[in-house]
């Protein structure tokens, strides 16, 4: 599969890996309400990212991108997701976000990664 997707560069035709890495990027980290065309759909990750217990927030956080794949990226099917909040030394935490699927018409096990960072005040 093919498609037309907004990157760093411009408008970009990407596909397999690529393409859903680009796609998920904007569905997780698009805030609620945000995205452009429906505001009906929107992510909640960004405001769990920043509550304090870190355990807490990376559970929810996978159940939000369960939720969120299966909802609106119906030709993936999840295999695993991981989270991950990790203290860093210079005053910072690193998220980390994996989301292991099969894109069903291809059989293909792709595994998107994502990582942000967050700032301790």
């Known amino acids: 599969m093919k498609g037309i997707c907004l990157t760093d560069e411009g408008f970009k035709i990407l596909e397999g890996e690529a393409l859903y890495q680009n796609r998920l ?66 005053g910072t935490d690193v998220f980390f976000l994996s989301v292991k699927c099969e894109i069903k018409s291809t059989s293909e096990i792709i595994e998107p990664k994502f990582y942000k960072i967050r700032e301790i005040v």
Request: no cysteine.
């Open 25 to 90: 990027e904007r569905l997780f980290f698009t805030p609620d309400g945000g995205h452009l065309g429906n505001s009906h759909i929107g992510s909640l990750i960004n405001d769990f990212f920043f509550e304090q217990n870190d355990s807490i927030a990376a559970a929810e956080i996978i159940d939000e991108a369960e939720y969120l794949i299966s909802e609106y990226e119906p030709d993936l099917n999840i295999i695993e997701i991981r989270a991950e909040i990790t203290p860093n030394e210079n």
